[in-house]
């Protein structure tokens, strides 16, 4: 009898819950007075195709919409997530299997509505709940450059999701729970550049996606800025909000233009996903939109973070051990005392980086080495270079906690659990 009462109930709720988001889904749908009359485009000029490509870049659309060895554009990259892959679409103007056949009115409801030419929803691995607040002018024109690429005959790759989240009815659900359609609000007392700021930061820039925690269904609010783990990736992405990890309040604007820009400052550099952002979108933005986004991220508020889970205490035969292979493997670029190279290789000592609450982003550098991106503001950055066949689990885990209690840092250990747990992931 129990039995049967938790499937009825279990049912019950899935039926009431598949109406709400069915009833939702009809309502969110634009109907023919949100759209534009116009079906087919018409020729766009040379500065709206040019401010088309601008924004793209802006929004680093390319970077997941070109698969590795692919045709820029053309779809088919994977985008794994805790559900399953999402495989990006071909955005070239391919009749078949591009946009070709679309409308301005078909690439506005994408972005502003998350839902295809055909009505279907789609995935919120494309971030239309950031997106959604991108305005149809900047939409128009991003249509109107994507319609001047070559087209290319690439069928999209179907996704491979698991069941029930490859379902319309469970996106109906999702979409019903986290997501309605929205658009940028101006704050008049802020300023104009502060406005366009946070319209690129949280809208066609999508920062939150990476710099926010995601709760077991794989949402976000967009507004926050906390930091979180980036999804099926080896990487944290430190909180914007918090001057003990990667916020900027205290910052020159000079700097966060410039690492913006270059991938390089006098109190930071970029590695791994926010480095690959540096490369393909930020560097090419013009100065007063990096002001602007510069203006913002000085003006976020900044919070303590909550204090993590205490560690276990290092060992003095650890600490010891690490000291000697710091001296062995570290110190010539490094710095006997954690002091770095200016312009070359970072200071340890009292670097944020190494005293993250979580470690993931200091052991993924040491095991597979990183670089910072190759700009034009930067064409030669020195990197780190990769220690997975130099030392082992033990040997990592142990300079890195030396590392991170030496020279004034005060931070917690990192135990060989820790790193091999990460040893073969990485994005």
Request: with cysteine; net charge positive.
């Amino acid at each position: 009898m129990k039995r049967r009462t938790v499937w009825a109930l279990a049912l019950g709720g899935l039926v009431i819950a598949s109406a709400c988001a069915w009833l939702y889904g009809l309502s969110e749908a634009p109907g023919h007075n949100d759209l534009p009359a116009a079906a087919w485009p018409t020729p766009a000029g040379a500065d709206t195709i040019a401010r088309g490509e601008y924004l793209t870049r802006a929004g680093n659309c390319m970077a997941c919409h070109t698969d590795r060895g692919g045709a820029p554009w053309a779809g088919g990259r994977a985008l794994a997530t805790p559900f399953g892959t999402v495989y990006a679409g071909n955005l070239t103007p391919d009749l078949r299997t591009g946009l070709g056949a679309w409308s301005g009115d078909d690439f506005w409801r994408a972005l502003h509505h998350g839902r295809s030419r055909d009505g279907r929803m789609l995935y919120p691995a494309f971030p239309y709940t950031h997106y959604t607040r991108i305005t149809r002018a900047d939409a128009d024109a991003m249509y109107a450059f994507l319609r001047t690429l070559a087209p290319q005959d690439r069928p999209n790759t179907p996704h491979a999701l698991h069941w029930p989240y490859n379902t319309q009815a469970a996106l109906a659900v999702w979409r019903a729970l986290y997501f309605r359609p929205g658009g940028h609000r101006e704050e008049a007392e802020r300023g104009p550049q502060w406005n366009r700021g946070a319209y690129l930061v949280q809208g066609l820039g999508h920062c939150s996606a990476c710099h926010s925690a995601r709760n077991a269904w794989g949402a976000s609010e967009v507004l926050d800025l906390s930091g979180g783990m980036i999804p099926m990736q080896a990487w944290y992405a430190p909180s914007l909000a918090s001057s003990s990890e990667a916020g900027v309040a205290s910052w020159p604007l000079a700097d966060i233009v410039s690492l913006l820009r270059t991938g390089h400052s006098p109190s930071a550099s970029t590695l791994g996903p926010m480095a690959e952002v540096v490369l393909h979108s930020t560097q090419h933005l013009n100065e007063p939109d990096l002001q602007a986004m510069a203006v913002f991220l000085k003006s976020v508020p900044q919070t303590q973070p909550p204090r993590p889970p205490t560690s276990m205490p290092a060992t003095a035969s650890t600490v010891q051990r690490g000291a000697r292979l710091y001296g062995e493997q570290c110190a010539q670029c490094h710095g006997e005392r954690g002091e770095g190279v200016a312009g070359a290789y970072p200071r340890l000592a009292g670097n944020r980086a190494v005293t993250l609450p979580v470690t993931a982003n200091l052991v993924q550098v040491t095991i597979h080495g990183a670089y910072p991106p190759a700009t034009a503001g930067h064409p030669r950055p020195f990197g780190m270079p990769p220690f997975a066949l130099v030392m082992s689990d033990a040997d990592i885990a142990a300079v890195l906690t030396f590392v991170r209690g030496a020279w004034g840092n005060q931070a917690g250990a990192v135990s060989e659990l820790d790193v091999a747990q990460q040893r073969s992931t990485r994005y």
